[in-house]
C-alpha cells in the first residue's frame, strides 16, 4: 500500500516520502520504515506526534492505502499566548474585529 510521509520543517516548507508499506502497518512503523527523519538530523522521541490528513491519531494507528501520515513538531510558543502579546503590542485600537471602521461611526460599528 502506498502511504505518503510528511513533515513540515517551517513556515510553508514541507519535506514529504513516498513509503510502500505492507497492509495493517501502524504510524510508528512507517516511520520506522523512513529516512526522512534521518535525512533531515531529527531524533525521533516521545515529542513527535502522528496525524492522518489534519486529524491526530496516536502511533498505533493503523495506516490504509493513500493515507497522508503527517508528523508534528511540538510547539514553541502557545498560540494564547502569542496572540495576548500580539494584541499587546498593538493596541486595542488597531487590532480586533473593529479596527477598521468609517470615520464618526460609533463604536462597536
Known amino acids: 500500500m502506498g502511504v505518503i510521509l510528511v513533515?513540515?520543517?517551517g513556515p510553508r516548507v514541507t519535506d514529504e516520502e513516498k513509503l510502500?508499506?505492507?497492509h495493517g502497518c501502524t504510524a510508528s512503523q512507517?516511520?520506522?520504515?523512513?529516512?526522512?527523519?534521518?535525512?533531515?538530523?531529527?531524533?525521533p522521541g516521545p515529542e513527535l506526534e502522528f496525524g492522518v490528513w489534519?486529524?491526530?491519531v496516536g502511533a498505533n494507528h493503523v495506516l490504509r492505502d493513500g493515507d497522508r501520515l503527517e508528523l508534528y513538531?511540538?510547539?514553541?510558543?502557545?498560540p494564547k499566548v502569542a496572540r495576548r502579546a500580539r494584541f499587546a503590542a498593538q493596541g486595542a485600537r488597531a487590532a480586533g474585529l473593529f479596527a477598521r471602521r468609517r470615520s464618526g461611526a460609533k463604536a462597536g460599528y
Open 54 to 56: 489534519g486529524r491526530k
Open 20 to 22: 510502500s508499506l505492507a
Open 30 to 43: 512507517a516511520l520506522q520504515s523512513s529516512v526522512l527523519l534521518a535525512r533531515l538530523g531529527i531524533v
Open 7 to 9: 513533515m513540515c520543517l
Open 73 to 78: 513538531r511540538p510547539l514553541l510558543v502557545d
